[in-house]
Every structure is written in C-alpha cells, then in structure tokens.
C-alpha cells in the first residue's frame, strides 16, 4: 500500500513543511504531505471521415451547449485511455488516438486539459448519460455559437490548422485566459 | 472561495456516489466529493547551443543519477511555468519555453508527465538544494548509465529524433512499462 493509500483515512492539517515555500496538506500524526496538484483533462477530437464527435451537456456548467468528449482523467490509466474512456462513456464511440493535438492549460482553476487527435473506428454513436445528444459535425456544420468552452473553440480550430498534416506541434493555449476567442 | 478550499478541512470518508461507478472520497457533511487524479510531472529537455541541462539527484529516489530538470506541477500555475520554475528550483537556469516535446503516462503511479523543449536564456546555472551538481552535456557527453528514470532516456531520445525540426508530433511512451530501453 502506498504513503497515499495509509493516510486517506488519517487527520490532516495545512502548514508550510520545514524547507518548503508554501502551506501543505500535513497528516497530523506522521507528518506524511499530501500534495495538491493540478488536475488534468483528457479529451479528443475525433472524426468519422471528416466529420467531428460532438456532444451536447445534460449537465452543469454549460448544460445544452456543445464539447469535445473530455473529463478528469482517472487514477491508473494513461492520458489516451482516459480520452478513449471519456467517449465511450459521453457518446458510446470507440476511438483510435492517434497523437497528442495539444496541451491548455488553466491556472486559474489548477487544470491541464491534454487533447488528443483521434479517429472513430465506427460512425455509431449515442448519447451517454452526460449528453444530452451527439452528432458528428462538418466544420460549416459547428455550432459555433453554441460551444461549451473556450479550450473547445481552441481545439477545434488547432484540429482545422493541422488537419491532414501527420508532423505538427502539439499546441499551448492562445495568448490570454480565454485564448482571445 | 470553491468548493474544494471549502472543504480542505472537514471530515471525508470513501464511498461509490450515486451514478458513479467507483469510490471517491466524500464530505460527510455535505456530500461534497474530492476527486483524486493522477499528478503532473512537468519538466523539460533544456539547451544552450547543442548541450542539454542535467542536474544530478541530491534527494531519493535515485539520489546520485542524473535527471532533467521536473517535478510536481503546483496549483496555479501553467505547464509551461512549472517546467521553467523547476528549472530554476533545481538548477538556477532560466528557460524560454518552445513547445510539448513529449506527453507520458505511467498509469502504475497515476502520473503524466509533460516534457517541453526549451532553451536556456544563459549558460549560468548552478546547483539547487534538490541537486549534487548540474551540468550541460553535448550528446556523446550524456552519463547513459547513471540516468535516473526510464522517461529521462525517453525526453532524451525523443528529442534528439526531433533535433533541428520545428513542427514535430508531441510524443507518447514507447511500448512496454519502462518504454523498452
């Protein structure tokens, strides 16, 4: 069992441990740090021929609107299960991830969101219980006005950049907190 | 103040949340959960002219070898900043930050790492209180057998393949737990 797993159950408080710079998560009884860290997101932009996966939120923040099939990623899996979890579980859609189309990230909320390029390996797709429907888009097809996020709009737009193109940089956020979309 | 500062200090105990399919831990209070995700790693494989930044391990594990310069990403912050502060933190460089070298996961210990490409703004760097020494190695230079970790040789490797190229695909792991080296 891990240093982690022994101190789930156990009593923490914060303070700056000796040789540290900032207040931590101390257990109370051994001094073990639980450190916080970012959490991170895992998504795709898949697409069926030239089509892209998206799926409308039934729930809260930004329910009816449109995103990417993405979510927190999971203790033991990799960054690509987790992208291959999140749509089976949003839209029933099997992928193959093909590379990683970019990494955002979002210091205000402490999250990085990995997005990957990806292909369905069918165009059967439904509903999860998180969505409300989902669809396969042809780019005059987007909702654009109906999107979830701005890391959606940026997502989107780094797929539309590099598509076709089997060499290109994974990408950083656009400059400003909302990539100036 | 959110959720989660809301509830730094109350009593959490384990339990599978309705419409969920695994255990969280959760506010007795209120119900509030606190997910657990896997950490972030960010580091990056750093240059003057055509030598890379290593610093030598001063703390366990593999206290002695050689790594890059990484470690935990903090809260608030970007990616690219934690792998610049860490640089700093360990090795007293200052790095402009290029782009996502590389993205691993190591789903046996839930952690990600992302490794950028950069270069340092200097040739000053000096040993940090996480460091016995550091140093800037041309490729045939490289201590090979004293490398701390498997994903050290994979930064290293990848971004030798990559050496010179200014659009190239953000990597994943090799096959195989320790990436086969």
């Excluded at 892209?52 to 039934?58: D, F, G, K, T, V």
């Excluded at 979890?85 to 909320?109: D, G, H, K, N, Q």
């Excluded at 990806?118 to 654009?144: H, K, N």
Aim: proline share 7%; hydrophobic share 40%; charged share 30%.
């Amino acid at each position: 069992m891990s240093d982690f797993e022994q101190h789930k159950r156990r009593p923490f408080v914060r303070k700056v441990p000796e040789g540290d710079d900032r207040e931590r998560r101390v257990c109370a009884d051994c001094g073990f740090i639980d450190y916080e860290n970012p959490k991170i997101v895992v998504g795709s932009v898949a697409t069926w021929e030239d089509r892209i996966l998206l799926c409308r939120r039934a729930i809260h923040p930004r329910k009816g609107f449109w995103t990417l099939p993405a979510g927190y990623m999971e203790v033991n899996e990799s960054a690509a299960e987790g992208a291959a979890r999140e749509a089976w579980e949003e839209a029933f859609a099997r992928l193959e991830i093909e590379t990683v189309l970019a990494v955002y990230s979002i210091p205000r909320i402490s999250q990085v969101q990995v997005i990957f390029r990806a292909r369905l390996t069918s165009p059967d797709i439904a509903a999860g219980p998180e969505s409300e429907e989902v669809g396969l888009f042809g780019w005059d097809e987007i909702p654009w006005d109906e999107i979830a996020f701005p890391s959606v709009h940026w997502a989107l737009n780094h797929f539309d950049e590099v598509r076709g193109q089997t060499g290109f940089a994974a990408r950083f956020n656009p400059p400003g907190e909302t990539g100036d979309y």
